[in-house]
């Protein structure tokens, strides 16, 4: 009770792996050397491979915010006519983003909680031969839930439009098979499921979106893709590289190689399936039933009561730190991170916390019955496990 570590539970920044924590104190390296040329060009491969595809990988500097802007200034040019598929916080960012830039936007909008379906966007496709891109968040992070991004990407290849997505807290959370798919452009962040400090963003861009380049006129400087491309080739980024993180993220990818970007996936799947039968147990209602992803799950307050205080709880009596709704949503549901460096050990640690904090407010619950569920959630999947193996 008097000792406290604290952990962040929280959709980004995650855990941090600690080999790649080691590895940044190697971080005392110029930019300009062969020796790191060598890692830069390591690392952009072992990313390629990771993400699994053969599009064009760009890291820079930047949070995940960044690429998203990039990725219309250097892709789109003013007033073309662009559909945003937004359902939650970061929908209505690409929106923001969007018409910063002076794109001509249509917003299909789902409430929060809920999805954009395929079927909206074939729709609104067909209703505008002239769309030039279409955005959405494979994993809506504001709201736990995910959009069926196989679907719309395969509706958006049908046209000459390209496919935008903000993965993310998609990637290492959800299947992503972005050539297959035909998402075009697949942005991805370092404080995700890749278990390093904020800092880094990544990109993926493929043939049919790299095209664009060379006919979008919206002004970019600092973020240039083609410029970045051409450094990337040399082995170098175009400007000075966050090189304590570069390192810290190839050492996290030899991780991710290691047991495999399928089992990373599956981890924070099998986890999202535990806390929300753990949730289910103790009589709470979750907020994204819909469709719940693996990146994060959350769960509305019980009656009468604010997420808030749930939040401040996690912090005061754990030192855990968890995160409430956002937007619209702050003050009704609180939100349990399972993407990058978490297992079951500290799920049922956060489960027990939830039990313990929900009685000490007033929501009497039998302590043990979330738990227990989660518990035998992972005992399933052990029990699968070994049958695959056998």
């Known amino acids: 009770m008097y000792i406290k570590k604290q952990r962040l539970l929280t959709p980004g920044p995650t855990p941090l792996y600690p080999p790649a924590l080691h590895a940044m104190m190697d971080s005392d390296i110029h930019h300009r050397t062969e020796d790191f040329r060598n890692l830069y060009r390591s690392t952009l491969s072992a990313l390629r491979q990771v993400m699994g595809t053969q599009g064009e990988i760009l890291i820079m500097v930047a949070s995940g915010t960044g690429l998203m802007d990039a990725s219309v200034s250097n892709l789109f040019s003013k007033g073309d006519k662009v559909i945003v598929c937004s ?111 904020p800092g880094i963003a990544f990109v993926s861009i493929s043939r049919k979106a790299w095209k664009r380049t060379e006919t979008a006129d919206l002004p970019h400087y600092y973020f240039d893709f083609k410029k970045e491309a051409k450094s990337a080739a040399n082995g170098e980024s175009s400007w000075t590289p966050n090189t304590s993180l570069i390192i810290a993220l190839n050492e996290a990818l030899k991780y991710v190689q290691s047991i495999g970007m399928d089992k990373l996936i599956a981890n924070a799947q099998q986890l999202a399936a535990a806390t929300r039968a753990a949730a289910a147990a103790l009589g709470l209602k979750l907020f994204a039933a819909a469709s719940p992803g693996g990146a994060v799950t959350s769960i509305c307050a019980p009656e009468g009561m604010d997420s808030g205080v749930i939040v401040k709880e996690f912090r005061n009596r754990f ?72």
Do not use: C
């Open 319 to 390: 030192g855990a730190i968890i995160a409430n709704g956002q937007g619209s949503m702050k003050g009704r549901i609180f939100r349990i991170a399972h993407l990058g460096y978490f297992d079951f050990a500290d799920l049922f640690a956060v489960i027990a916390g939830l039990e313990i904090i929900l009685n000490a407010n007033g929501i009497p619950v039998k302590y043990g019955t979330g738990v227990a569920a989660a518990e035998q959630a992972y005992a399933e999947a052990a029990v699968e496990k070994r049958a695959l193996k056998a």
């Open 87 to 197: 359902a939650g916080k970061f929908g209505e960012r690409w929106v923001e983003i969007a018409k910063a830039y002076g794109l001509d936007v249509t917003v299909l909008k789902a409430e929060y909680g809920d999805r954009v379906s395929p079927e909206r966007v074939a729709e609104a496709l067909a209703a505008e031969p002239a769309i030039k891109g279409v955005f959405v968040q494979a994993s809506e992070t504001s709201t736990g839930a995910v959009h069926n991004v196989e679907a719309m990407g395969k509706a958006v290849a049908k046209t000459d439009a390209i496919f935008v997505v903000d993965a993310i807290t998609g990637l290492g959370t959800m299947p992503l098979k972005i050539d297959e798919w035909g998402l075009d452009v697949v942005v991805g962040g370092s404080q995700k499921a890749f278990m390093i400090p």
